[in-house]
């Protein structure tokens, strides 16, 4: 049975006054821990900041590249078509494929002004030098597309991971006759 005691006023539960002196001296002990936790934030904060933007970089570059994929995709697509009929007297094959794959990737955001689009052969004697997508003599030959821009002109923010390289992408396509109408 508890001890009960009286100090003037009030009874006070013997047991009762144990648990509030050890509150106090838990309370004491961790008033001085709560420096600690400043300190432990202070280190950690940088490390978690630098795993976040380098996520988001990585995120940013995984982006680009799909997109870039995609765009040289629809090129080699629209380049395996017997397209001369929807182009201008004023505008090559190879200037549309161009045209139209910079203008994939302003519709999708990415600035198009930078990106380098080649268009060369993939097989054989000529592989590397460049094809002539409307010439006859080119017919079922494979050709590659392939466009590279900058990463600088994708990110904004400081770049630490992809400073100074180029996103890539290429395709490889048979010249073909398909037949696009309107």
Known sequence: MPIILWDGNTMINNEFKNRISRRSRVSKRNGLRSGAATVELAVITPMLLAILLGMFELGQCTNATSTLTAAVREAGRLGCMDFKDLTNANLTANQ???????NFLLA?????NNVTVTITHAEGSQMGQTFDVASPANYLQLF?????LPYSQVNNYPKVFMAGRDLK?????RRGRVIMTN
Do not use: H, N, Q
């Open 96 to 102: 549309k494929i161009e045209r139209d794959l910079k």
């Open 108 to 112: 999708a955001g990415l600035p198009a």
């Open 144 to 148: 590659k597309v392939t466009a590279t």
């Open 169 to 173: 992408a290429s395709i490889v396509f």
